[in-house]
């Protein structure tokens, strides 16, 4: 038999309502904060990840799945949002309306990655974006707006980790710095993280391999090598937190995956810890615009892997009570009962009740599929309600049933279901 490929899940109909109720719960919490969904194609120039994303990551040297169409141009499957919709931005004009442009999207992503709890290499994911805005109070905003997004999912004990990685400008005296300090550790690193202190030294603060060594807890700060303006936006926002009364824990060890972000970089945790804790993370990426070929543009967003959100409610145990909506079972008791039975249910539908025909078989066996589907309300048909106009309504959950004129049927459903 077929299976679906490694890294990938099918989400089956009885998942569907905890998918649609995080996805509506997501999407609120952007309204709220007045930003607009934008979508962008599933798949993009391939140069368009390398140069913003980094030649040096991990995303760009393992985890793409890049492919060459048939006119040889090569193209890759999204891997991430913030790339594509700063292209967006650039090639339809958003520069020339009101700034900052507020976007979101929900939309899924792919990296061969190796899959585990709550990563998969088709995954979906929640993002925010907030482009042509400096000033420290956009970054309290999507500070702001990843928090609400969390706690109105129902997430609890959620935890707030910043830091400031500078500006581009200021960063070659703190990788000389910690270059120079890891210089001494380089044999107790693999591979990988030999290659990242050679090209991009930051990101041997982020190795998953090295995170419990004290020499990593001892590295040069980022935060300590800012330069005038980076430390006063950086300040700006602290004092921002403070004024709202947002807990926070500064950790000198964050710096993010990828190549594009620039001073404000933070994520947010559980209360239980763990390797792949993050259930939400982003940053500012101050520089990504002028890697595209635009003018230099602020920006800063966030973003958030459903599957990890779901695994988090699920891991905190939660009983919201989530529900798909039950449906109405219809089930009759002859031909002339069968073609009432269709009309009553087009007339149920266009009052929105949720309404299923059973299967043209006997009573018996219609009732017996009712009960499969977990229906709380049944109505039968017959030659005794089709003479006398009536309807038999029967509780599945009580197994008791009664009559009612077929005139009251509107009112007695709308107090019932």
Not at 24 to 33: G, H, I, P, R
């Amino acid at each position: 038999m077929f299976q679906s490929p490694r890294g990938t899940a099918d989400i089956l109909p009885q998942e569907q309502a905890l998918w649609s109720y995080v996805r509506s719960k997501l999407t609120y919490s952007a309204d709220l904060f007045g930003y607009q969904r934008i979508d962008t194609p599933i798949f993009e120039d391939t140069a368009l990840f390398s140069r913003t994303v980094g030649e040096e990551t991990d995303i760009v040297q393992k985890e793409m799945y890049s492919f060459e169409d048939r006119g040889g141009q090569s193209l890759t499957l999204r891997p991430e949002g913030t790339a594509a919709v700063c292209r967006a931005y650039l090639q339809h004009g958003l520069h020339n309306l009101a700034q900052p442009q507020r976007l979101y999207y929900l939309c899924p992503m792919f990296r061969y990655d190796r899959p585990q709890a709550g990563r998969f290499r088709q995954f979906n994911q929640f993002g925010i974006e907030a482009i042509g805005e400096s000033d420290a109070i956009i970054d309290l905003e999507v500070i702001q707006l990843a928090i609400h997004s969390m706690s109105n999912l129902g997430l609890q004990n959620m935890r707030l980790v910043l830091n400031n990685i500078g500006d581009h400008s200021d960063r070659k005296n703190y990788i000389d710095a910690l270059k120079e300090h890891l210089a001494t550790h380089t044999s107790n690193m693999g591979e990988d993280d030999r290659r990242r202190y050679e090209t991009n030294p930051l990101r041997v603060l982020d190795s998953k391999e090295l995170s419990q060594e004290t020499f990593i807890d001892l590295a040069p700060k980022s935060a300590d090598f800012l330069g005038v303006d980076a430390k006063d936006h950086w300040e700006e926002l602290l004092g921002y937190l403070e004024l709202m009364g947002i807990s926070y824990t500064l950790d000198h060890k964050l710096v993010r995956g990828l190549d594009y972000y620039t001073r404000t970089v933070f994520e947010i945790h559980p209360a239980v810890t763990g390797a792949q804790s993050a259930v939400c993370a982003g940053g500012r990426y101050d520089g990504l615009f002028e890697e595209l070929g635009g003018k230099s543009t602020p920006g800063i967003g966030f973003a958030a892997g459903i599957e990890r959100l779901i695994l988090n409610l699920q891991t905190q145990t939660y009983e919201g009570g989530i529900s798909a909506k039950k449906p109405l079972i219809l089930c009759y008791n002859g031909i002339p009962a069968k073609n009432d039975a269709i009309k009553l249910a087009e007339t149920l539908r266009s009052e929105d009740q949720l309404v299923l025909l059973a299967p043209n078989r006997s009573l018996k066996s219609q009732l017996r599929f009712a009960s499969g589907t977990e229906a709380n309300l049944v109505l039968i048909i017959g030659e005794n309600e089709l003479r006398e106009g009536n309807i038999t309504c029967r509780d599945m959950s009580r197994g008791d049933q009664l009559v009612i004129p077929r005139s009251d049927l509107l009112n007695y459903l709308k107090q019932n279901t």
